[in-house]
């Protein structure tokens, strides 16, 4: 099976400016997360969507940061402003249930440079 | 803080040596799963152990959970330089229901 898309592979942007991240998870997976790992630590949930549904978006700084799945299929996510501290990589995921029975299967994510 | 915790930060050993890292984490779980990340990519699901199991095995990776201790442990036995990666445990949290992420592992494997 085609795994978890995501694009750009890199992106390197000033302070202040904007950017958008895409995700296309594998086929049938309901379930889809978006994570921020920054150097040197694990990755930390932003959001989580079930079909096309926000199921825990606690920890997504939404004065900033925004996402949104359309269709309940691909999904983007979009920073506007960016600031230095968010250089780091975002990973999305997908799973066919929820993480009670379903393994997460990731991209290879997006570094996400702000200079 | 993280819900769960790897130690060591680090570990180097020898091909064909065995690898144990260990995974501490803080709150009652309903499973754990175990990643591996290698440099530039992103993580793949090695194993899910749930709460009511003790130990699991999948190939040359075994894993245990102990609930009483809130700790879990891999082993990777006849370790080889492709296993070299970062590993990540993570707990799924019964009452939260979402999995933490600790901030791993790094394992160097030398041919």
């Known amino acids: 099976e085609a795994g978890v898309a995501q694009s750009p592979r890199y992106k390197i942007i000033e302070k202040r400016q904007s950017v958008a991240f895409w995700c296309n998870p594998i086929s049938g997976h309901a379930t889809l997360y978006w994570y921020q790992q920054i150097l040197g630590q694990g990755p930390k949930l932003l959001i989580q969507?079930?079909?096309?549904?926000?199921?825990?978006d606690s920890q997504l700084p939404k004065d900033r940061f925004s996402a949104e799945r359309l269709k309940g299929v691909d999904s983007t996510l979009k920073i506007q402003p960016a600031k230095l501290e968010d250089s780091a990589v975002y990973l999305c995921a997908s799973s066919l249930g929820t993480a009670y029975n379903s393994p997460l299967h990731f991209g290879n994510g997006t570094r996400l440079t702000v200079t | 803080s993280q819900q769960g915790e790897e130690d060591p930060q680090a570990l180097s050993i020898q091909e064909g040596e065995n690898a144990t890292m260990n995974c501490s984490y803080k709150?009652?779980?309903?499973?754990l799963q175990w990643y591996r990340q290698n440099s530039g990519r992103g993580l793949v699901h090695l194993i899910l152990i749930r709460s009511n199991e003790r130990e699991k095995h999948s190939g040359r990776l075994r894993v245990t959970l102990d609930t009483s201790k809130k700790s879990s442990s891999l082993l990777i036995t006849a370790s080889r330089a492709a296993d070299t990666a970062s590993y990540f445990c993570?707990?799924?949290?019964?009452?939260?229901?979402?999995?933490?992420f600790g901030d791993g592992t790094t394992l160097t494997v030398k041919p």
């Open positions: 993570a707990s799924l949290n019964t009452n939260a229901g979402k999995s933490t």
């Open positions: 969507f079930q079909n096309n549904g926000v199921v825990d």
């Open positions: 709150t009652s779980i309903n499973n």
